[in-house]
């Protein structure tokens, strides 16, 4: 009905506005070279990405510096750069509100893996959580939503321009990591893995 169109509509809207649809501007000559995406979904539907020696069970980030660590059993196995809201960024505080370009703080869990044929892979968190949910209604606000691990865009395809890209923060509120850090990530993260977000 009218009704649910309208709601479909202003659902499409909001992602398209609190998303990670930015990204850093390119230097020299873009690259139009773009992710196999077909055979990403194809994997994924298949759940063919998952490498289980390789399995992690915790994600950790420490915005103030930048950095993303995985832990399988309680032990340290990968650390990442990465980069994050442009205008919170690390020193930005807690995601507050819909364009508040800010990355969020707290503990989710990854709920959707996704292929995208410009931001390369992604891990949805399960922001906004109740809390958040509750804080933004308080306050009158939109808490937003979309936001994801991340990597390159696609003219960074090849990691040529990571120093570029990882020397600033460039998102509307997720975390990108380089395209290697993200194929790590890929084979080792299912659904439900715990992520803990620190200021």
């Not at 995985?70 to 980069?83: H, L, P, Q, V």
């Not at 800010?102 to 410009?118: A, H, L, Q, W």
Request: proline share 4%.
């Amino acid at each position: 009905n009218m009704k649910f169109k309208i709601t479909l509509l202003a659902v499409a809207a909001t992602l398209l506005f609190v998303g990670c649809k930015k990204e850093p501007v390119a230097y020299g000559k873009m690259d139009k070279t773009p992710y196999a995406t077909k055979e990403c979904i194809n994997e994924l539907s298949r759940g063919a990405e998952i490498v289980p020696s390789e399995k992690i069970d915790k994600i950790v980030v420490y915005k103030a510096k930048r950095i993303m660590m995985t832990y399988r059993n309680g032990e340290k196995i990968d650390t990442f750069r990465m980069s994050l809201g442009d205008k919170g960024g690390a020193n930005g505080g807690d995601k507050v509100k819909a364009g508040d370009y800010r990355t969020p703080e707290g503990k989710y869990k990854i709920v959707r893996k996704k292929c995208d044929n410009r931001l390369y892979k992604s891990l949805m968190i399960s922001y906004p959580d109740a809390g958040d949910i509750a804080r933004a209604r308080a306050r009158g606000v939109n808490p937003g939503g979309y936001i994801t691990i991340h990597g390159q865009p696609k003219w960074n395809a090849d990691g040529r321009g990571d120093e570029y890209t990882l020397s600033r923060d460039w998102t509307e509120g997720c975390m990108a990591v380089p395209n290697k850090a993200m194929d790590t990530l890929w084979r080792a993260v299912e659904n439900g893995v715990e992520i803990e977000i620190h200021a």
